[in-house]
Structures are given as structure tokens and as C-alpha cells.
């Protein structure tokens, strides 16, 4: 089965610095890699996500980059604000199947 | 915009006794998922459900475990006999499927067993 590696477990950064956390997958038949964001005792929300058939996505100061051929996948912010300290998950799935998630990265944005 | 809803948001039980988990997912979705996650720990994938039957489940959903969609709106998890370590916060998420298949998860309900 999928099995998601994801680091670091923790990561600081001075505000308006960029923050980038990596994910490896081990099942090449995954081809849906969202990220979430958790805020202490919330659900996750859905950031950003990328489909197997495009190796890179952005969104404002959010982007994502997917290499299939290594099975990785990274999510990079820019100009972090302290409103980005969370914890941010990344996960892999199939379309209509479940979503395997890494072991989270606890970011912290310094100001 | 909207949004999958759970209730309750707390439950506390007691060990053996059974609890069910309660979901509405986003109306025009067909998939729906249950998963968990531990204090301080990753989210890890339970069951997911479509078209009235489960089309996958994990390791942890034993017979203990079973999902229900008693209607055309609700989606429930039920734990017949509680164990201590089924302390977790569990969400719930539905997705619309097909290619377009992000999936919105739930507040959680968070359930202590003491």
C-alpha cells in the first residue's frame, strides 16, 4: 500500500522568509497529492493540490511541485507570515480512493 | 460556500458502550471517507464509502466498526464497543469524485473514552 514520507517534522522561519516541506510516495499509481493546513484543534483545510499530470501549481504565495519520477512532491510558501504557523500535512491518493498522509510538519513563522 | 458538518462536536462514553458519529457531507458529493487522528499524531484513513457500500477500509475498522448513509443526508460511523484507545478526533470528508475529487473534511468530532 501508499506509504508517505514527510519533512521535516518541524520547521522555523524568520517572517517573509520561504518555508518548503517535501514529501516522498511510494505507490506509483497515486496521481493526487493535496496539502492541508491544521490549525491547533481544527479540521484541515485544503491548500492547495496537484494532479499527476502537471508538475507544478501555484496559487498566490503557495506552490507545489510534483516529480513522478521520484515520487516526490514539495510544498514551497513564500513570504511566510505569522498566519501561516500551523501544522501542514501532505497526503497522496487516487481519485475516489483514500488519502494516505504524511506525519505532518509543525511550521513556525517567527516575527 | 459549503461545508461538511459533524455532530457531535465532543462525545465522551465509556469504555464498551457504543457511540455513533454523525456527518453530513456537501450535497452533491458521492464519496465519502471517514478518518482519524490520534492526538498529536497523522490523519489516517478509516473506510471510505460510495454508491451504498464501503470500497475500501483500513486495518482499524474491525468489526467494531460500521458506516450507515440512513439517508439521502447523513453519514454516520458507529463504534459498537468503545476501547480506550479509540480516543481520537475523527473526521469525516466527502469529495465529488472523478477528476475532481478534493476531498472536504469535517470540524471532527472529538471522542474521549474514559
Known amino acids: 500500500g501508499e506509504n508517505v514520507e514527510q519533512h521535516p517534522s518541524t520547521l522555523s522561519v524568520q517572517e517573509g522568509d520561504s518555508a518548503v516541506i517535501k514529501c516522498t510516495y511510494s505507490d506509483s499509481a497515486s496521481n493526487y497529492f493535496p496539502w492541508y493546513k491544521q490549525e491547533l484543534g481544527k479540521r484541515p483545510q485544503l491548500i492547495i493540490d496537484i494532479r499527476s499530470n502537471v508538475g507544478e501549481k501555484k496559487d498566490q504565495r503557495i506552490a507545489v511541485t510534483l516529480n513522478k519520477t521520484a515520487k516526490h512532491f514539495s510544498l514551497h510558501i513564500t513570504e511566510t507570515q505569522p498566519e501561516d504557523s500551523a501544522v501542514y500535512f501532505c497526503?497522496?491518493?487516487?481519485?475516489?480512493?483514500?488519502?494516505?498522509f504524511g506525519a505532518g510538519t509543525i511550521l513556525r513563522v517567527k516575527s | 460556500e459549503p461545508e461538511v458538518t459533524q455532530t457531535p462536536s465532543h462525545q465522551v462514553t465509556q469504555m464498551g458502550q457504543e457511540v455513533i458519529l454523525r456527518c453530513v457531507p456537501i450535497s452533491n458529493h458521492l464519496y465519502f471517507y471517514w478518518y482519524r487522528q490520534i492526538l498529536g499524531q497523522k490523519v489516517e484513513f478509516l473506510v471510505s464509502f460510495y454508491n451504498n457500500e464501503i470500497s475500501e477500509k483500513s486495518e482499524i475498522f474491525d468489526d467494531q466498526f460500521s458506516v450507515e448513509r440512513p439517508d439521502g443526508s447523513n453519514f454516520t460511523l458507529k463504534i459498537r464497543s468503545t476501547k480506550l484507545e479509540d480516543s481520537a478526533m475523527y473526521f469525516c470528508?466527502?469529495?465529488?469524485?472523478?477528476?475532481?475529487?478534493?476531498?472536504?473534511f469535517g470540524p471532527g468530532t472529538r471522542l474521549t473514552v474514559l
Open positions: 470528508a466527502s469529495s465529488v469524485g472523478g477528476t475532481t475529487d478534493t476531498q472536504y
Open positions: 497526503a497522496a491518493g487516487e481519485y475516489g480512493n483514500k488519502l494516505v
